[in-house]
């Protein structure tokens, strides 16, 4: 109260309100998210105020279309958002981990307990879960060649929450194979060496690998050709735009001649550096050539570990030559290298620049002045492809790259299953699924670990333990199977040493290792790291004071 | 060609380029259509400047603003983000092939299209359905009565700036910023808004944004920026200028940045005061720092400074002082758009052509590089009658920038003034060359005299569109001519009573700007840089340690040193 000796427009929630507000803005998000939860959940349809519809199963996308008002949830829901930040998956659980955990804290300070004593036990109890969680997962060994089976495994786990089974089988060997595609050893995968391009007008099943790149836009020339093989592909960052202005206010310039000097030399400049250009064309595609001879042929050799680059060159002399620009390109300049019978393309996104040169060989380079053959990349096919405004060409038949076709969902499923393989590669284990984890770990802690922890803190321990719990119970909610059915069950295979998961279609245990079924270890740590953390702080809240505002009044 | 690519950042940016396209659309129907005067149908301006040509999947041509918006979730009122030209959408989405699970619908409450909204769509269909000819006689009384309504609703009633916006805008170029989670009062300051900005996925998604438009331009002449500076918008424009720096490092940027006029009421509390002096300071030292040419726009109030006397603006709807900067913006870029002729340009609608480029070149490479310009405004501009009216324009500039100094007089001032639609004696529209005679006695007759100063001019008036505003007073005529009697009883005239009006606007580089600069830099060493100042871990909580704000305040006291070399020594200046 002497806060309100201080600023008369203050609010002030005493203890149990504090806490109660806690508890209850944890319970809705926690509401909202659970339906989502599992490959029996459901997908959320959201209409917006203009008629825009937006269809979502990603708790991540759904929380960030939601317009959260409460602080409380704000901070759960900022948990969530970083827990996919930083491992990928898992936003509902977080959601509905930290609801839950909300929830039997509730019910155990309705009955008396201080919350520092329960927020005690959490701590017990996580650090419990997290070590059996170390003995529980099961080691993959990723060595040069990492076993595919078990990166399918886990990205048809991921993939099946959020796309229906046949469309996430068919994207789980595309998702698995770009993954391996930008791994390379002794370094951590980029996972944005992979991009996941939406094109409007197909179809989700259209949706397929290609190996190389796409680019959002084409040449700007109606010359060019829109479809050209064995390319050498120079990947640049020079401005071939006549920049200088070019009528003024007469003081720039004394006289006419002076000004028309000035454009001139401007522009020859520009042209100088078009002409550089093409004089490399001329090189390169002489040298090729030549090839025959097998004289200058190493220059290909050393500069491509491609191995389409040895067989084409050889095949056939038919080579082109792409330019890509991350700077623009004007007409005038676009016209001369078309009647060199360049493609060119400008204004290229900057990621694809790395991306360029990454999967076709070459350097990026940053000026005309020092243009070597080695500077190329090479592509076995460039094409445009052209719909409506929408254009896209296609460099293909070099290393890597995935642009994925379809809608913004796919896009969503897509990315976090990549994210899943990456997970599995660099985690080099994974944790049974379908709840299994959820329902060992409660068992862990319920039957060794409660009974080494002194006084009331052991309810802290049953508290979290049953909290857990809340993963497969709604699974089987999602899936209209009755929860208390299911979870004797799941205990009870436990408490007899079988390692069991929930069968969504029957109800009954499986055993998620012969399904196939698996999550990853890191997001799951990092669920059972952050729930209680936040967990605890929100229980630990004993005041909530906000100056100037009505907090109980529904906004 | 030399095209623009517009950015609007922020709700009141929003609601000012709302405007802004009204008029363009305005020049763009009026060129076409049979009834219009001579002066629309050949403005002489060139619209490829701002707009892209287009073409939706089902083939059909579209031709739409070059253009990137950025605002909050929820802003765009009753309009799709993707606009209706590019609708392939059908009833039933075809997304849900993707999940054979059941589905949940959440829908939100539909919000209701007003008058104007409901008009423009029930005409959209009219022209669809039926052939052009018998629409416009026989419903011409019936659409009169309507008019009127809409124009009386649109007063009352808007709320978002998609409210009376009669532009179609291309799916590319509206953005919402989704996930903020926090409430449109507590984003107010520069730091929260970097920080949305640099988390997720929003950064990268303008970008790609704006890379599509600026991928189109043959030979892009400049980006012009519009930025709510009041509050966390200006922290998303400052990352967003600094990537545009970066990525075209050519292409220079025009920024505007405004403020609506009751973004400064609410400083009951000290805090929040300290909190609004320190975002003010930090983000004008974070804008200016990647952009050419900075123009603050917007006073703490328009109702009661010199315009009011021609117009009626009421300070508290941001749809009446909006509308008067994107005239204003409207005006200045006029001269980006007119095509640039031979010596016989005297006899033609425009004359004074520049581009982004040469005008920031003018006023900011000379001499003395100041970068920061004032804005002035006369609306509606004056007749060239006789003398008399030749002191009274460059009396009547109003000026949009706040907090400068009056009356000051210096020898290095740089100005670029654009006149359009102004008249000559009686209701003659005035050739460009009497225009330049008439500015150019002006000035002879003038105290203060610029070093230099560029006169664009063109021919054709500012159009009214329907969804304008009322806010002419009434002393001005149906063309935008000051009238010596007030013309009727009621007090505001709109889009019905006034169909044009001539514009002058000027921009200058002057130091009559320097107050404005001197009292953010005083704020930001007082709040912020001093020892155990208030703002300190405010700042801080910005992500600005104590070197950064020190270089904050090295970059605002470097453009006071640029306008004002004696502020070093002492603060006796001449």
Redesign the interface.
Known sequence: MSLKVLNPNAEVLNKSHALHMNINAAKGLQDVLKSNLGPKGTIKMLVGGAGDIKLTKDGNTLLKEMQIQSPTAIMIARTAVAQDDTSGDGTTSTVIFIGELMKQAERCIDEGMHPRVLVDGFEIAKRATLQYLEKFKTPVVMGDEPDKEILKMVARTTLRTKLYEALADQLTDIVVNAVLCIRKPEEPIDLFMVEIMHMRHKFDVDTRLVEGLVLDHGSRHPDMKRRAENCHILTCNVSLEYEKSEINAGFFYSNAEQREAMVAAERRSVDERVQKIIDLKNKVLKLSFLDEDDKLFTCFAVKDNNPYCHFQVCADNDNNFVIINQKGIDPPSLDILARAGIIALRRAKRRNMERLVLACGGEAVNSVDDLTPDCLGWAGLVYEHVLGEEKYTFVENVKIHIPVQSSLKIKDAVRDGLRGVKNTIEDEAVVLGAGAFEVAARQHLVNEVKKTVKGRAQLGVEAFADALLVVPKILAENSGLDTQDVIIELTGEHDKGNVVGLNLHTGEPIDPQMEGIFDNYSVKRQIINSGPVIASQLLLVDEVIRAGRNMRKPT | MKEIVTIQVGSYANFVGSHFWNFQDELLGLADSPESDQIFKSHGLNMDVLYRT??????ILTYTPRLVSVDF??S???????GTLYN??PET???????????????????KKNLFLQSLYLEENANLGSSRGCESENSDSHTEVQDEDIVQSLENEVQYWTDYSKVHYHPQSLYEL??L???INDFNNYGIGREAFSG?QHAEEIN?RL??F???????QGIQFVVDDSGGFSGIAGEFLENIAD?YT?IPVLLYSVHSPDSGMDSR?RKLAISRKLHDAVSFSKLSAFCKLIVPVGLPSLNTSRMSKYLCLEDRKPYHTSAVYASAIHSISLPFRMQ?LGPSAQLSNTS????I??LV??LAGQARQNMVTILDIAMPAPAFTGTQAQQSLLEILQPLTPEIAEGVEDMQALESMTVHGAFASGMQKSHSFEVKDAVQAAYLNAVERPK?S?LSIAQCPLPIPLPFPSIFGNLIGRNGELLDTPISESTSRGSLEVHSVPMAARLRSSNAVLPFLENRLANLRKFGLARGALGTELLRNWGFGKEDAEELGEALSNMVTTLNPASLESSDSD
């Open positions: 287009g073409e939706t999947p089902q083939g979730q929820g765009l009122g009753s309009v799709s983000s993707r392939e959408i989405p075809v997304d849900t092939l993707t999940w054979t699970g059941p589905v949940t619908t959440h829908t939100s409450q539909p919000l989704s996930g989670w926090s409430e997720g790609e890379r599509f600026v991928e189109e331009c043959d030979l892009p990525e050519n509390n640039p004074g052509a520049v581009k480029k040469d070149q003018m230099f560029h």
